[in-house]
């Protein structure tokens, strides 16, 4: 093969992408939104104990913590919605108002318990329950979905239409045709856990919760090729 045609070669298989490079394209962004009730809800809460001694507080605070986790297993939580997620112990330095160094004057124990409610018209009742047994620390609740797929295919789905329908308006008032899509992207994280909504109504329960509506986004962007005018 001589010279001539290794280049004439070569010219061929660049080309293409070449061309490809300088296709013009356009790039739009869809958000979509899918908002429902919550079935399920996460508790964070605890026992903290003081004692003079360590051995003691540790001793108090499980002793306080079994007889919680007891009550819950009656309320009909099973295990695998009960999880151990802070054990802590600390001194309790007080301070001399002469100058003195500090002082130990006692410990603190503490244990945080995280918490799975999968009927959510036994929540506050749980919540009293637990309460009375001991738990005297609460960080919060969260709702949440126990399968949050099919909110997140459909959030996608309505993502993908409205992305669709800008690249169509933009192109009709610009005066151009839409191409080929030539790339698909999800924006973020892809999925983002829902964040609770509350709202006025609340539950008949004994510690009254209002769980509201819960949103599922999601976030698509296409990219599409422009047609040449003709």
């Given at each position: 093969m001589n010279i001539a045609k290794v280049l004439m070669l070569c010219t061929a298989l660049v080309l293409p992408g070449h061309v490809l490079a300088d296709t013009p394209r356009l790039t739009v962004t869809g958000e979509g939104a899918v908002a429902g009730r919550p079935d399920m809800a996460t508790i964070t809460l605890g026992v903290t104990t003081e004692?003079?001694?360590a051995a003691e507080a540790m001793a108090g605070n499980s002793e306080k913590l079994g007889r919680v986790l007891q009550r819950l297993k009656e309320a009909g939580l099973e295990d695998r919605d009960l999880q151990t997620s802070g054990l802590s112990l600390n001194p309790n330095w007080t301070q001399s108002p002469e100058g003195e160094a500090p002082r130990i004057a006692g410990y603190v124990a503490s244990n945080m318990l995280?918490?799975?409610?999968?009927?959510?018209?036994r929540l506050g009742a749980v919540l009293d329950q637990a309460v009375q047994d001991g738990a005297n620390t609460l960080q919060g609740v969260s709702f949440g979905l126990v399968d949050p797929q099919p909110a997140m295919d459909e959030a996608r789905r309505k993502a993908v239409a409205r992305a669709q329908a800008r690249a169509q308006l933009l192109t009709e008032a610009a005066g151009v045709q839409l191409g080929p899509i030539l790339e698909i992207r999800e924006g973020g994280d892809g999925y983002r856990p829902p964040m609770p909504m509350y709202r006025e109504a609340a539950m008949d329960a004994p510690v009254p919760m209002a769980e509201g509506e819960i949103e599922t986004t999601a976030q698509v962007t296409l990219v599409y090729e422009l047609k040449q005018q003709q």
């Open positions: 004692a003079a001694t995280t918490v799975r409610v999968r009927a959510l018209d």
